[in-house]
């Protein structure tokens, strides 16, 4: 199982919009994909002073992503950084949960590229101890628009995506452990 966190609250959002379009695809090629919305669960404010193992969101989100064997990472791009949705849903994860597991990171820009934002998220990822996919999903400029049917509908970028779900496909069955295939 694949599972995939947009990382935005906001209505009509481009990161969520992508992550469903990637679940799609996911499950269009057989794999078991789950989108965690945390615009539709909100979780609390962590702090490392309280414990949320009652929550039922945080339940839930920390249960989806232990078990599953790849991961997908949304966020918009906020003031050159990941949103801080998505970093209160990371702070909630207990220690190695990301361990060994292959995460592809998305960013949406309201410019041309979110890079910076995906290169603070692969360096969270590798201090948790997951592992960066080697592709990269950055949304900007004139080709944030998804169609009806929730494709992008420009033709690179759908490309783009798709050769990354390949990629994270393909590294995630190299990084499970033989006796789980």
Request: proline share 6%; aromatic share 6%; glycine share 10%.
């Amino acid at each position: 199982m694949i599972t995939i966190i947009p990382g935005s609250n906001r209505a009509n959002s481009t990161t969520a919009a992508a992550c469903r379009y990637i679940r799609d695809f996911l499950a269009a090629t057989g794999e078991e994909a789950v989108l965690f919305d945390l615009k539709e669960r909100p979780l609390p404010f962590f702090s490392p002073d309280q414990t949320f193992s009652g929550n039922p969101a945080v339940a839930e989100l920390t249960a989806l992503v232990r078990e599953a064997h790849g991961l997908v990472l949304g966020t918009p791009e906020y003031h050159g950084s990941l949103s801080g949705v998505l970093k209160n849903a990371l702070d909630h994860l207990p220690d190695g949960a990301f361990a060994g597991k292959p995460v592809l990171c998305v960013c949406s820009a309201g410019g041309a590229l979110g890079t910076s934002a995906l290169t603070h998220l692969q360096a969270i990822i590798r201090t948790v101890h997951g592992v960066t996919c080697p592709h990269w999903i950055s949304i900007g400029g004139h080709v944030k628009q998804f169609g009806a049917d929730g494709a992008p509908e420009n033709a690179k970028l759908r490309e783009r995506i798709d050769a990354a779900c390949r990629a994270l496909k393909d590294l995630a069955r190299r990084l499970r452990p033989a006796e789980s295939l």
